[in-house]
């Protein structure tokens, strides 16, 4: 059974960091691309960034490219999630997510291609 198990939300001035953790567990973590997703209230789930299984390509929404960055620790089953410079607009429940097929990269930004989630970890930004 795959889990995982986000952790680093809270709150932070605008302008200020955050890392978001997701330890996986279950399968072989090495061979899924992962991605990070929010939801703020009353809105959809979105996409914030993807990693494929390797860690050699990454992808980001339009939003966050250039503050925040994706990295993942294979020996660790570990992704992370480094978050600067964030604004007030970032505040959303963060959820990582693990790839449906093993080796695909196909459409990272779509939730339909991610098939397990963690619980989610609630990131503020005050202005």
């Known amino acids: 059974q795959v889990q995982l198990v986000e952790s680093g939300g809270g709150l932070v001035q605008a302008g200020g960091s955050l890392r978001l953790s997701c330890a996986a567990s279950?399968?072989?973590?090495?061979?899924?691309?992962m991605g990070w997703f929010r939801q703020a209230p009353g809105k959809e789930r979105e996409f914030v960034a993807a990693i494929s299984w390797s860690g050699g390509s990454t992808y980001y929404a339009d939003s966050v490219k250039g503050r925040f960055t994706i990295s993942r620790d294979n020996a660790k089953n570990t992704v992370y999630l480094q978050m600067n410079s964030l604004k007030p607009e970032d505040t959303a429940v963060y959820y990582c997510a693990q790839r449906l097929g093993a080796h695909t990269w196909d459409n990272p930004q779509s939730v339909g291609r991610y098939d397990y989630w963690g619980q989610g970890t609630q990131v503020t930004v005050s202005s």
């Open positions: 279950g399968r072989t973590f090495s061979n899924y691309a």
